[in-house]
């Protein structure tokens, strides 16, 4: 093989090689898919947030969580994040440290996010003494590497109700 042909080869392979690293970076989206649970029970266990990813492999290194509802961790006795519908079953994040929640906390989680779409559920224990007509709406942010994500807001709030309904666990879809 010629000189110039080995570099020409060289050169074609080096930019085949930084495209796909490029493809292979790409961040991850993020959406919100606007579940609601309506009136939620002391002590219930309810998703209260399913959130659509869009990915091409990642690892979501930690979670920035905040209730913009007047709900906080005298309300909320744990949070749970997973990666299938039934959060509250061998989650890949559990948070029971929520001190500081309706101005923000900072989680770990440590998820590798297979390429394609996939869903993350939020789900929270209610407090058996929680406040009545208290309400959780949670925003939540990403970070993965050195990208972050926007702020992702749930669009169906709940809201605490001491009225005796029937008790609902994991209503997500």
Excluded at 4 to 32: C, K, Y
Excluded at 56 to 72: F, K
Excluded at 84 to 112: C, H, M, N, W
Excluded at 117 to 124: E, K, P, R
Aim: charged share 20%.
């Amino acid at each position: 093989m010629s000189k110039r042909r080995w570099v020409g080869s060289l050169f074609a392979l080096v930019v085949a090689s930084f495209a796909f690293s490029v493809i292979a970076v790409a961040p991850p989206s993020f959406t919100d898919q606007d579940i609601g649970n309506g009136y939620v029970n002391p002590n219930d266990r309810v998703v209260v947030q399913k959130i659509k990813v869009v990915d091409s492999s990642s690892i979501i290194s930690s979670v920035w969580i905040r209730n913009l509802g007047e709900a906080d961790e005298t309300d909320i006795t744990k949070i749970v994040i997973d990666n299938d519908d039934q959060p509250f079953t061998d989650p890949k994040g559990e948070y029971t440290t929520l001190t500081g929640l309706r101005s923000g906390i900072t989680v770990p989680l440590g998820y590798a996010v297979p390429s394609g779409t996939t869903y993350l559920w939020i789900g929270v224990k209610i407090a058996s003494t929680a406040h009545n007509a208290r309400n959780i709406q949670l925003q939540v942010r990403f970070y993965s590497g050195s990208y972050t994500s926007d702020l992702i807001t749930d669009g169906s709030p709940e809201t605490i109700f001491r009225g005796g309904f029937e008790k609902k666990v994991d209503a997500s879809p």
